[in-house]
């Protein structure tokens, strides 16, 4: 799960997956290309309705483990949080 995402512009989240990408890129420095590649399953917004300057939280399923390593070092180094399930 990743979460402190802030709110897409308008107030509606139609497509998750975009969301989780652009915030990969824009937040954790990820490169364009590196960000596009993760090969992403099961993404979907936390129940909750989000508000106007509020944050949300995403859960999606990383399909490999090298993408899933090379997110979790980088939120590491960049201080977001990221909460796994084992």
Same mark, same amino acid.
């Given at each position: 799960m990743f979460g402190g995402i802030p709110? /897409?512009?308008?107030?509606?989240? #139609?497509?998750?997956?975009s969301t989780l990408r652009?915030?990969?890129?824009?937040?954790?420095?990820?490169? @364009? #290309?590196e960000a596009a590649s993760i090969k992403l399953e099961h993404v979907h917004q936390? /129940?909750? *309705? /989000? *508000?106007?300057?509020?944050?949300i939280n995403i859960v999606a399923k990383l399909y490999n483990f090298k993408d899933r390593e090379i997110v979790r070092k @980088?939120? #590491?180094?960049?201080?977001?949080?990221?909460? *796994?399930?084992l």
């Open positions: 709110e /897409p512009r308008g107030g509606t989240i #139609e497509d998750t997956e652009a915030f990969l890129h824009e937040k954790m420095k990820l490169a @364009k #290309e936390f /129940p909750g *309705s /989000p *508000s106007h300057g509020k944050t @980088k939120m #590491e180094r960049t201080g977001w949080h990221r909460h *796994s399930r």
